[in-house]
């Protein structure tokens, strides 16, 4: 069970009469990368809310790092936890060390190791620019330069590829690895299937709320 980062059982979820998951059940093992497919209203985006405790599931149990999701425990390890969601809102008069900076000072990080993570993700050269003069793909490197304050245990990007020009797609997928090879678990979700190969340890492709396969892109092919 120690090498278990994230356990869902039986977990179904439901807003009113429409139910969104239907009895899914995965584990995430320490240090794989993991991702989750399928199309719109497939239930990726439910999946990532429930593991971050922002919603609690009608049925069944989510587990994070040993503790249920939800409850005052899990609250506390969320400062373990690196998100970047699909829908990034940056406030564009900041410049993009000041928004860094304002993330660091919410996560209790220290401030020094900010210039280093806009280096890390490519846009240290805009540091002093202010975000709303940023292309999507640098405001997109921004959001993941904030997800990784305090270098977390757990990584969840919901969609974080969607409309990046190839070039920062490749870099999002080579700072994947890199936190991976430093014993990071990722989970990132995306309807396009065929960009994972080489970049997933494994892939949970969902539908419609239910959960229908579960392997290697091999195993899928």
Do not use: W
Not at 106 to 132: F, H, M, T, W
Request: proline share 3%; glycine share 10%; charged share 25%.
């Amino acid at each position: 069970m120690e090498n278990t980062v994230l356990k869902m059982e039986g977990i179904c979820k439901s807003f009113g009469d429409a139910k969104v998951l239907k009895n899914v059940q995965f584990e995430l093992k320490h240090g794989e990368v993991h991702a989750l497919a399928g199309g719109n209203g497939a239930g990726k985006s439910t999946i990532m809310k429930l593991i971050l405790g922002l919603i609690t599931p009608t049925e069944g149990e989510v587990m994070l790092l040993g503790e249920r999701t939800g409850s005052k425990a899990g609250a506390l390890l969320r400062s373990q936890i690196g998100y970047l969601p699909e829908t990034v809102a940056l406030h564009p008069s900041l410049t993009g060390i000041e928004t860094m900076d304002f993330y660091a000072k919410l996560k209790k990080q220290p401030l020094s190791k900010n210039r280093e993570l806009l280096e890390r993700v490519g846009i240290s050269q805009a540091a002093r620019r202010r975000v709303g003069t940023y292309s999507k793909g640098m405001r997109q490197r921004l959001a993941l330069a904030q997800a990784l304050l305090g270098e977390p245990k757990v990584l969840l990007f919901d969609e974080p590829t969607t409309g990046l020009d190839p070039a920062s797609r490749q870099m999002f997928y080579e700072v994947v690895r890199e936190l991976n090879g430093r014993g990071a678990t990722v989970l990132l979700s995306t309807h396009a299937l065929a960009e994972l190969d080489g970049h997933a340890d494994r892939i949970i492709v969902m539908k419609n709320g239910v959960k229908v396969a579960d392997g290697s892109m091999d195993e899928l092919h």
